[in-house]
């Protein structure tokens, strides 16, 4: 539910019908159904697919990290859904645990489209600097084009998170050294993952 003041507010109107535009076009076991949408007066009713298990940040929370084994399941559900948006001209822009939900069964679905895409067949490249500072690909740390390879950058992100139980460049209360680590692409990945798992994440560009 969301209230139209806020909306207007927060001046979001358009990105909202973008939004609602992409996510009720989309039909994948691993993204998150938008059936449809009604409104009143104040408020917007977005009827979505039930998530019974909540967000996957929430299950990583519990946990603290994954093993590698149940981060791969993850990924390859994840990969799954992006080559299937990917090859509807749709970027999402905002990987990262917490737009990510979970199925009764505890299958993967990405949710809140809200700084999704879609481009054109000839024009494929975007210039908007959004997301979420962690998740951010150098491209758009300097404020060049990017394209659908931002996703893939948040997935080599997404999958350290998962093993590592923080975002890799992450450096709390202090925005301005994670924009340098992002830039100069500072990553110390620990020990304990296997090289095959860093050699996945170092890859994920």
């Known amino acids: ?76 559900q994840m990969v799954n859904a992006l080559t299937y948006l990917h090859g509807k001209r749709v970027i999402h822009r905002d990987i990262k645990p917490e737009n990510l939900m979970l199925g009764l069964n505890g299958e993967l679905k990405i949710g809140d489209f809200g700084w999704s895409v879609k481009t054109g067949v000839s024009d494929n490249r975007r210039s908007t600097l959004c997301g979420t500072l962690d998740y951010l690909p150098p491209e758009m740390v300097e404020g060049r084009v990017h394209d659908k390879n931002v996703d893939l950058w948040s997935l080599g992100i997404l999958l350290y998170e998962l093993i590592c139980g923080s975002p890799p460049f992450e450096s709390e209360g202090n925005e301005d050294l994670t924009y340098s680590r992002i830039l100069g692409i500072d990553i110390h990945i620990p020990s304990y993952v296997s090289k095959d798992a860093a050699d996945l994440i170092t890859k994920c560009k």
């Open 1 to 76: 539910m969301l209230y139209k003041e806020e909306l207007v507010m927060s001046n979001i109107e358009n990105q909202l019908k973008r939004e609602i535009n992409i996510q009720s076009q989309l039909k994948h076991p691993n993204i998150l159904r938008l059936y449809g949408f009604f409104h009143d007066a104040d408020r917007i009713f977005l009827i979505l697919e039930f998530a019974a298990k909540g967000e996957l940040f929430a299950e990583l929370q519990k946990h603290k990290r994954f093993s590698e084994a149940e981060a791969a399941k993850y990924v390859a």
